[in-house]
């Protein structure tokens, strides 16, 4: 199976940009892997924010955006609000529909 | 509105079957390009997709968990079933249900069910 890789932890300042990053081993991640972002905080249901690389949903904020950044998946937040401070995945979706998730970036805002 | 809910028992014994529900509303799982999924999150770790099951009966498992799962739907009741046999202490985790209207995307989540696994 197929190992999807995030930084393990973030610092990002308010205000500030930061990106993600979700790599998947052996090949560059491409718009052929839909990838989708989540954010999950304590106690909360995880709150889908992207999919298909750079498609938002209709709650997703609009600081947040997904892309293609040499050859990885990336989940950018500009102009970081203190309530972003939580977990974020990925998921990758490979062939006969295998889901792979990444390990998770916590991202602190400080 | 979209609303999902895992049901199950909070606590299973080592080698049992573990078999939890997803009763959602808001949509159909007769609709064209609808999903539903199982995932979970054992605590401290990432989180991991489990099962899929589409509108038109089609059935997706983990590759590493295939032999141990079952996932099935009754679309009168807006419910899917997962079941996991051979429960062990690993398997501890919170387990979620999941929306998805495409093939690619996954959208509504359920607040997830606590499953502990201990004798």
């Known amino acids: 199976q197929a190992v999807v890789t995030q930084e393990p932890s973030l610092t990002v300042s308010p205000g500030g940009t930061v990106t993600l990053t979700c790599a998947s081993s052996g090949a560059p991640v491409t718009s052929g892997y839909y990838p989708n972002w989540f954010q999950l905080k304590p106690g909360q249901a995880p709150r889908a924010l992207i999919y298909s690389t750079y498609n938002k949903h209709s709650w997703t904020p609009a600081r947040f955006s997904g892309s293609l950044l040499g050859g990885k998946a990336a989940l950018t937040l500009s102009g970081v609000q203190p309530e972003d401070e939580a977990e974020y995945y990925c998921l990758l979706f490979y062939g006969s529909a295998q889901l792979v998730f990444g390990g998770g970036t916590k991202l602190t805002v400080l | 509105q979209v609303t999902l809910k895992e049901s199950g028992p909070a606590l299973v014994k080592p080698t049992q079957t573990l078999t939890l529900t997803c009763t959602f509303s808001?949509?159909?799982?007769?609709?064209?390009?609808?999903?539903v999924s199982w995932f979970r999150r054992p605590p401290g770790k990432a989180l991991e997709w489990l099962a899929r099951?589409?509108?038109?009966?089609?059935?997706f498992y983990s590759t590493s968990l295939k032999t141990r799962l079952t996932i099935s739907k009754d679309t009168s009741k807006n419910q899917v079933v997962l079941s996991m046999t051979n429960m062990g202490p690993v398997d501890t985790a919170t387990y979620y249900c999941?929306?998805?209207?495409?093939?690619?995307?996954?959208?509504?989540w359920g607040q997830g069910t606590l499953v502990t696994v201990s004798s």
């Open positions: 999941a929306r998805g209207s495409s093939w690619y995307s996954v959208d509504y």
């Open positions: 808001g949509f159909s799982l007769s609709t064209s390009e609808m999903r």
């Open positions: 099951i589409d509108w038109d009966d089609d059935t």
